[in-house]
Structure formats: structure tokens, C-alpha cells
């Protein structure tokens, strides 16, 4: 119904930058909530930001506020993660995801549609 495709991850230096990319399609991208998670080895999934579906109003986990950027386009049916000055810690895969009710704005998000994640390592 919904598939979303992670890119952008990969192996860099700490201090460096990665813009990770979510493509979407199987349904009306612009009319979604959507987020971007990490798990770290040992460690739960996490939010760490998302995007409304109107407006774009972001929120971001405390642990990456000034240095990750969530952005949408609405007409690539795309959603990106700006990540910079990373840092060790920021190592783990990286997952997208989409809220299953359209136009839903909240603070009870409800993501059922997953990409297969990318792997973001950032060496010291």
C-alpha cells in the first residue's frame, strides 16, 4: 500500500555532514505526517524528527536539535534528514516512516508504514 525507500546513508567522519533520502509512493504523499526514526545497536527505535503533513511543522528529539534538518517535497513525494556535525553517538540505522491517518495532527502519531532503513556510521 505504502513504500518507502531509504538512501543517503553511509561511513563518515565525525564533525561530517549526510542528507538521507526517503522516497514514497503507493498514495497521497503531500496528505501524511511523516518521520524519521534511528536504533542504534542495543538501543530501541527512536524518533529523532518529523514533518507534518501541512505547514511542515517539524519537531526533533532533544539529542539532535540545531544539527539534523527535516524537509519535505511534497511533489517528489519525498522526505529528507539533513544531518550535521555528527557525531559518534549519531551512529545507526536510520529508518522513515508515514503515519497511517492522512491529515492527522497531533501528538499521537501513529507510523505503520516503514522503509528498510540506511546505515548511517560516523567514525571518531
Known amino acids: 500500500q505504502v513504500q518507502l525507500v531509504e538512501s543517503g546513508g553511509g561511513l563518515v567522519q565525525a564533525g561530517g555532514s549526510l542528507r538521507l533520502s526517503c522516497a514514497a509512493s503507493g498514495r497521497t504523499f503531500s496528505s501524511y505526517a511523516m518521520g524519521w526514526f534511528r536504533q542504534a545497536p542495543g538501543k530501541e527505535r527512536a524518533l529523532v524528527a518529523r514533518i507534518s503533513w501541512s505547514d511542515s511543522v517539524t519537531a526533533y528529539a532533544d539529542s539532535v536539535k540545531g544539527r539534523f534538518t527535516i524537509s519535505r517535497d511534497d511533489v517528489k513525494k519525498t522526505v529528507y534528514l539533513q544531518i550535521n556535525s555528527l557525531k559518534p553517538e549519531d551512529t545507526a540505522v536510520y529508518y522513515c516512516?508515514?503515519?497511517?491517518?492522512?491529515?492527522?495532527?497531533?501528538?499521537?502519531?501513529?507510523?505503520?508504514?516503514w522503509g528498510q532503513g540506511t546505515q548511517v556510521t560516523v567514525s571518531s
Open positions: 516512516a508515514a503515519e497511517r491517518r492522512p491529515f492527522y495532527f497531533g501528538s499521537d502519531y501513529d507510523y505503520a508504514y
